[in-house]
Nanobody
Framework: QVQLVESGGGLVQAGGSLRLSCVAS????????MGWYRQAPGKQRELVAT???????NYGDSVKGRFTISSDNAKNTVYLQMNSLKPEDTAVYYC?????????WGQGTQVTVSS
């Protein structure tokens, strides 16, 4: 059974940094696409960043220039380096992966940025 497990969330002051990780386990196949989405209380889930197996990246407008997505295809792992964090970045961050034509979601990790 495929599982996505996120880690690295926590509490940080504004201007600080965090690094999230997500590993896809329970499969012998490589992911075609992995990404990060976030959802703040009372808001819709939104795109943070995605990366394809070929290395193509896409970012949400609110995080461009501050966040960097990367991946290790051999380990089916995706990372999100978050710098210059702002209180409005506070949300639950979810990992998403496309594997064998099926999308999977992680359980989410909380990121809280204090002002």
């Amino acid at each position: 059974q495929v599982q996505l497990v996120e880690s690295g969330g926590g509490l940080v002051q504004a201007g600080g940094s965090l690094r999230l990780s997500c590993v896809a386990s329970g499969t012998m196949f490589s992911t075609n696409f992995m990404g990060w989405y976030r959802q703040a209380p009372g808001k819709q889930r939104e795109l943070v960043a995605t990366i394809s197996s070929g290395g193509y990246t896409n970012y949400g407008d609110s995080v461009k220039g501050r966040f960097t997505i990367s991946s290790d295809n051999a380990k089916n792992t995706v990372y999100l380096q978050m710098n210059s964090l702002k209180p409005e970045d506070t949300a639950v961050y979810y990992c998403k992966a496309l594997l064998q034509d099926q999308f999977y979601w992680g359980q989410g990790t909380q990121v809280t940025v204090s002002s």
